[in-house]
């Protein structure tokens, strides 16, 4: 069965300092990853996806994302983080014929000026 | 503006109490769904529809049943919601099956008493 991991609940990073939040895998066939942002009160937004190619996905706002294979991850990263950045961050997988994403549980990231 | 609109935003019922969420996009996307979003679960797709009257099941489907009569509304209906159903409901499009980026509605918090 297809399946996303986000072993961190939460990441607590100070603002000017570089972030990553951790997402693994597991998928049968060519993975197609997915990171989205959900802020306070509002809908998810798509940040950026892997599909193939360049293993470096650039992504919105500044943030981008490390496919592994052998590592089975894809973990988002920025350079230096803003408070503004806080929020709940998830990872998805796209699943079989039908569309369907699996998200991981979420990811709290808490940026502190 | 390109969005999806969900109402109410806010509900709070009753158990046994008949109730719909209405989802609605103006961008003519074919492929919509409705996800629902409980901590510690990440989000977990309840319904999808592909295009105007074919729908099918997600992952958690009990209890609820959705509609495609027009393609730019895809309403949830509870027929007789239960507390277990208290939880984030999401309704998401996307342009088709093989696009890869998906629009979420701002989501209607719901509680079942």
């Known amino acids: 069965a297809q399946s996303v991991a986000q072993p961190e609940d939460q990441v607590n990073v100070a603002e000017g300092n570089p972030l990553t939040v951790k997402c693994t895998y597991s998928v049968s066939g060519n993975p197609y990853l997915f990171w989205y942002v959900q802020y306070p009160n509002r809908g998810l937004q798509f940040l950026l996806k892997y599909i193939t190619g360049d293993n470096l996905v650039k992504g919105s706002y500044g943030f981008e994302a490390e496919f592994n294979k052998s590592q089975t991850s894809f973990h988002l990263k920025k350079p230096s983080a803003l408070v503004s950045d806080s929020a709940l961050y998830f990872c998805a997988v796209r699943s079989g014929n039908t569309g369907k994403l699996i998200f991981g549980q979420g990811t709290t990231l808490q940026v502190k000026p | 503006e390109a969005q999806v609109t969900q109402n109410p935003r806010y509900l709070i019922t009753v158990t046994g109490k008949k109730l719909t969420v209405t989802c609605s996009q103006n961008m003519n996307h074919e492929y919509m769904s409705w996800y629902r979003q409980d901590p510690g679960l990440g989000l977990r797709q309840i319904y999808y529809?592909?295009?105007?009257?074919?729908?099918d099941k997600g992952d958690v489907p009990e209890g609820y049943k959705v509609s495609r009569k027009e393609k730019r509304n895809f309403p949830l209906i509870l027929e007789s919601p239960s507390p277990n159903q208290t939880s984030l409901y999401f309704c998401?499009?996307?342009?088709?099956?093989?696009?890869?980026?998906?629009?979420f509605g701002p989501g209607t918090r719901l509680t079942v008493t």
């Open positions: 998401a499009s996307r342009t088709d099956l093989a696009t890869y980026e998906q629009y």
């Open positions: 529809s592909m295009n105007v009257e074919v729908t």
